[in-house]
């Protein structure tokens, strides 16, 4: 069982800066691709930004410029840097890998922005 574990979200101000982190039991480096979502109160899980094996990124259009996703293969972790944050970035953010055609999730880290 691969489990995934987030942490780093908090309550910021807007314009201000997180770094959250998804922690693997296993190599990241044996995920086909890994992803950030998050889900704000009444709304649908999003996707956020997704990194491949290969290191190939895709981001929102919502977060592009402000947001970078990262991998480190040898700390079995995936990361997400989130600058600029606007009160619009509140949600719940969730890590996701695929390996061998299997979803994983975490659990999700609260990410509050005020205004």
């Known amino acids: 069982q691969v489990q995934l574990v987030e942490s780093g979200g908090a309550l910021v101000q807007a314009g201000g800066s997180l770094r959250l982190s998804c922690a693997a039991s296993?190599?990241?480096?044996?995920?086909?691709?890994m992803g950030w979502y998050r889900q704000a109160p009444g709304e649908q899980r999003e996707l956020v930004a997704t990194i491949t094996a290969d290191g190939t990124t895709k981001y929102a259009d919502a977060v592009k410029g402000r947001f970078t996703v990262s991998r480190d293969n040898a700390k079995n972790t995936m990361y997400l840097r989130m600058n600029s944050l606007k009160p619009e970035d509140t949600a719940v953010y969730y890590c996701?890998?695929?390996?061998?055609?299997?979803?994983?999730w975490g659990q999700g880290t609260q990410v509050t922005v005020s205004s």
């Open positions: 996701n890998g695929v390996r061998s055609g299997v979803s994983n």
């Open positions: 296993i190599s990241v480096f044996y995920f086909n691709i």
